[in-house]
């Protein structure tokens, strides 16, 4: 039961530099999520998707890009990293019939940015 | 806008004793109400839910009950054991078309034997 998994679970990155989080279901949920969580703060959606080739910003998209080429994957592309963006990061999906109430979320991946 | 707000943290226990983690919420419409998990090294997990006023979720021994008058949920346990070591959270969502939750900042909780 591999449920949602993230890859990879730490990353050191230099300003400038781009990167892709990895995140990937087995559940078919037709939604998926990405969130950030900075120290002592609630999570903040960056992107989400109702389905394969859907896709829409959250409350904090801006210096991120998101593509849903299939039901499985939804990547997190950071193209020109900043140190605003060292956080964790969480991708999250769930399955439509189940509404909103039950998110499965991955193990997170921590980035930080120097 | 809608937001959610938890006391903060951390919250040191002895085993058996009480529980409570505050949370607090605004919101424009009727939101539903949910409390999320995280043990360490774990994504978060679904606790329990409530979806209207008066309502109580309840799992695992812990309970919330949904106040409409005064905007909270708060999360309670009768008697904490080392295994509800984890960082709680308060989450609200409204019925739009994303699906999405608004999460509070996280409670850590520290059960000591």
């Known amino acids: 039961n591999a449920g949602v998994t993230q890859t990879p679970k730490f990353r050191i990155l230099k300003i400038g530099q781009s990167m892709t989080l990895q995140c990937t279901q087995d559940m078919n949920h037709n939604y998926m999520y990405w969130y950030r969580q900075d120290p002592g703060m609630g999570l903040k959606l960056i992107y989400y998707s109702v389905g394969a080739g859907i896709t829409d910003k959250g409350e904090v998209p801006n210096g991120y890009n998101v593509s849903r080429s299939t039901t499985e994957d939804f990547p997190l592309r950071l193209e020109l990293a900043a140190p605003s963006q060292t956080s964790v990061y969480f991708c999250?999906?769930?399955?439509?019939?189940?509404?909103?109430?039950?998110?499965?979320f991955g193990s997170g991946t921590q980035l930080s940015v120097l | 806008g809608d937001s959610v707000t938890q006391m903060e943290g951390p919250v040191t226990l002895s085993e058996e004793a009480f529980l409570t983690i505050n949370c607090t919420y605004t919101a424009t419409g009727y939101p539903s109400l949910f409390w999320y998990v995280q043990y360490p090294g774990e994504g978060l997990q679904l606790l329990l839910k409530a979806t209207k006023a008066d309502d109580k979720g309840s799992n695992k021994g812990f309970e919330a009950t949904y106040r409409k008058e005064t905007t909270s949920f708060h999360l309670e346990k009768g008697s904490v054991q080392v295994s509800d070591s984890a960082v709680y959270f308060c989450a609200l969502s409204l019925d739009t078309g994303r699906r999405a939750l608004t999460f509070g900042s996280g409670t850590r909780l520290q059960v000591q034997p």
């Open positions: 999250a999906s769930s399955y439509r019939g189940e509404g909103n109430e039950k998110l499965f």
